[in-house]
């Protein structure tokens, strides 16, 4: 009886040490990201920098590719299989998710005070009150250019819109190189790097973008139509077979040093600087003539999130609180030059070519891209439908007054300003 008793009591105790094991067992969060590029600075010095402070709490990093993101993750979080933390795109794509109720409501999290409101307006409601995601970098947009090239055939970086062109003539008469790395097949492409990189020069960049949010201005405006009048321009500059270029191809283009310019956001830093074997420089939209004031697209681009299902919560908002911390912000924009932090605390970046782009914050003026907040919620989707026409445009199927009117009939069949 004595050996029976004594082996239930050792078994009772074995049971309850194990329960306690798994009870102490770690957690494993999984990021949800479109950012696929990323996974390696991820695993080598994002999550580890986490983990050692956070022992208990592991990171999976789990991407998808860019273009197929808000698809699978929508899928994923009507499934509820979505992971502990997304990453969020800026303004309506990822409020929607929030008004789904599959966002969790931040606000009051520790280390939001770090961002100003301007910082977390991309991820906030329409009135400002509730925040849904934590601010993680924007990107700037911009052309990068081969120095080497400019060297070579004596070219001065082009500050207004005839230097720029005399610099586009200059390259072609040579022949070397194609003058501008640009592709139409990908369409985003000719919105994102076209249209909304030198479009703030016209349309007064946050003036223009809340004037036409407000209905007192339309597309078919002079000041939206230029950009597209320019972008037409464009078409002699860019190379035999742009139609078929892809984003990509447009990358290999200018990283093999076959291209001279490339009209870029910020974000393609750390893969040229891996790539390319020639010395690069970056210069601002050239405005339209000497001593007009330059705009920037100074876009909020990334930012993380609590899925309201997550099974842990407690250590996801450890996570974000992390994140939203100065120690991150530094990981974070020196991992990845090109993304600049939002955190209030000033972040030292040591890559020569994010110094150049984040320079032109003082001395230009800031908006974001014009389609991103309240004109891309309903169908038409204005974003979506501006890659098309500023594919049109540069490809010639469509004059520039013609893109603009279906842009502004497309918009006006859903969207009626707030009075």
């Known amino acids: 009886m004595k050996n029976t008793a004594l082996k239930s009591l050792l078994l009772a105790s074995s049971l309850l040490s194990s329960a306690g094991l798994v009870h102490a067992a770690d957690v494993t969060l999984t990021v949800e990201s479109w950012r696929n590029d990323d996974l390696q600075i991820w695993q080598e010095k994002i999550i580890p920098a986490f983990e050692a402070k956070n022992p208990g709490i592991k990171i999976v990093f789990s991407p998808t590719a860019p273009t197929e993101y808000n698809a699978s993750l929508n899928a994923k979080l009507d499934a509820g299989s979505a992971g502990d933390i997304i990453t969020c795109r800026p303004f309506d794509a990822s409020l929607e998710l929030f008004n789904k109720k599959q966002l969790t409501d931040i606000t009051s999290l520790p280390g939001m005070e770090n961002f100003s409101p301007v910082a977390k307006a991309a991820w906030s409601t329409d009135d400002g009150k509730s925040t849904f995601c934590v601010p993680m970098a924007s990107v700037i947009h911009g052309f990068i250019y081969n120095k080497d090239a400019f060297d070579k055939l004596g070219i001065s970086v082009p500050k207004t819109q005839d230097e720029f062109y005399a610099a586009l003539d200059k390259i072609k008469a040579d022949g070397t190189y194609i003058p501008l790395a640009m592709g139409t097949k990908d369409l985003w492409e000719a919105a994102t790097m076209g249209y909304q990189n030198i479009g703030p020069n016209y349309w007064k960049g946050e003036d223009g973008r809340a004037a036409l949010i407000a209905g007192k201005e339309k597309l078919t405006d002079a000041d939206w139509v230029k950009p597209y009048e320019e972008l037409a321009k464009w078409k002699p500059y860019l190379g035999d077979g742009f139609e078929a270029q892809t984003y990509s191809d447009s990358q290999n283009l200018f990283t093999l040093g076959r291209a001279a310019i490339y009209p870029a956001g910020s974000w393609e830093i750390s893969l040229f600087n891996s790539q390319a074997q020639f010395k690069m420089g970056a210069f601002p939209p050239p405005v339209p003539k000497a001593g007009d004031t330059g705009y920037i697209s100074d876009h909020p681009d990334i930012g ?74 309903g169908t038409p989707n204005l974003e979506n439908e501006t890659w098309v026409e500023s594919a049109n445009v540069i490809n010639g199927t469509d004059t520039p007054a013609v893109a603009a009117e279906k842009l502004q009939k497309g918009l006006d069949s859903w969207y009626k300003p707030a009075k």
Do not use: C
């Open 304 to 377: 993380v999130a609590l899925n309201t299902k997550s099974t842990h919560a407690e250590e996801a908002k450890k996570f974000l609180s992390w994140v939203a911390s100065p120690e991150f912000a530094d990981i974070y924009a020196n991992a990845l030059p090109g993304f600049f932090s939002l955190n209030s605390t000033p972040v030292k970046m040591s890559d020569p070519l994010a110094q150049e782009f984040v320079s032109w914050r003082g001395p230009y003026k800031s908006t974001v891209r014009s389609t991103y907040q309240i004109l891309s919620r």
